[in-house]
């Protein structure tokens, strides 16, 4: 199994402009998550979906960022327009949805907004 | 009440030496407690978990202790080696299938050979 993938691995933008994060789910997994790691916040859930259905975006910082997930196995994180301060890891994670199942990480996307 | 609290905040440990992380929190309704182990690039991965039914899990050099009165619990890595460097993140959820975690603010380790 090729695990968690997340594209791409790196990122460096302008403030104001569009980023579009992807990830591709372990397959079999229903259950998706998108972190967001800081320094200064440490690790942050901003949003997880179950059968690719939004369950709680409660961490989603403000309208800027948005997340979707069409299918089973592909998801998106945008971000529109990007600022300075949304330069982070951003992770995504999936899961079977049952009691006490493994998160598994992706490698993460390293965003840097100038 | 969702936080997670975690120290310390930085760990230096000599090799074969013990290495002792401790979290604690509030909400009563955290039921299941993992620990994630992130080495510098890489995404969290899954070290060990407990449920609150029991004070104590051990997988090989790794044990959590569980205090539910305290609100309590810990990470002991016995014979500390320097490839288990890395940055330790406690978390906790209601485990009610949504998995959806809150986790602690990481503890950075550095065993010195």
């Known amino acids: 199994d090729a695990g968690v993938i997340q594209s791409p691995r790196h990122e460096v933008t302008e403030m104001g402009q569009e980023v579009t994060l992807r990830c591709k789910p372990i397959?079999?997994?229903?259950?998706l998550f998108w972190y967001r790691q800081t320094m200064m916040r440490g690790l942050e859930l901003l949003i997880y979906?179950?059968?690719?259905?939004?369950?709680?975006d409660s961490g989603m910082p403000e309208d800027r960022f948005s997340a979707k997930m069409p299918n089973a196995s592909f998801s998106t994180l945008k971000i529109q327009p990007s600022e300075p301060r949304d330069s982070a890891v951003y992770f995504c994670?999936?899961?079977?949805?049952?009691?006490?199942?493994?998160?598994?990480f992706g490698p993460g996307t390293r965003l840097l907004v100038l | 009440q969702q936080q997670v609290k975690q120290s310390p905040q930085s760990l230096i440990v000599q090799k074969g030496g013990i290495s002792i992380i401790n979290c604690a929190y509030e909400n009563t309704a955290f039921d299941y407690f993992p620990w994630y182990q992130q080495f510098p690039g890489k995404g969290p991965a899954l070290l060990i978990a407990?449920?609150?039914?029991?004070s104590e899990k051990k997988e090989g050099r790794f044990t959590i202790s569980f205090n539910k009165s305290a609100k309590q619990f810990s990470l002991h890595i016995m014979d500390s080696q320097p490839g288990d460097s890395a940055t330790y993140f406690c978390a906790a959820s209601v485990d009610n299938y949504g998995q959806n975690f809150v986790f602690g603010p990481g503890t950075r380790l550095s065993v010195l050979p």
């Open positions: 994670a999936s899961s079977l949805e049952s009691r006490g199942e493994t998160q598994y």
């Open positions: 397959s079999g997994h229903n259950s």
């Open positions: 979906f179950n059968n690719n259905v939004p369950i709680d």
């Open positions: 407990i449920r609150p039914d029991v």
